[in-house]
């Protein structure tokens, strides 16, 4: 099974729609821009946000399984993919590749 690094590329906040419809929270997302993280085939990192991996571990999935190519080309690397959390409030985006 391939190693997948998973890059923190931008995260994304969203005030407005915060103070609209969401109630108070305590902890919100600690991932910063720039932060990286391994991936041992399929397993979740440690640190790596629960709710963000929901949104990322599929591709994490394929690739480790040595598939890719997703939607015909979508990818200048057809090794990689580019996923956001489904954070609707704060969206991080995370660019997804397999390491060598």
Known sequence: MKKIKITVIRKARYDDLIEKYENPIEHAC???????????GWQKPDGFCDSAWESVSPFVMTLAHGGGDFYDGWMKNPKSAMISCNDGFRPASFYIEVIE
Do not use: P, R, T, V
Request: hydrophobic residues 25%.
């Open 30 to 40: 600690d991932l910063q821009e720039g932060q990286e993280f391994i991936c041992e």
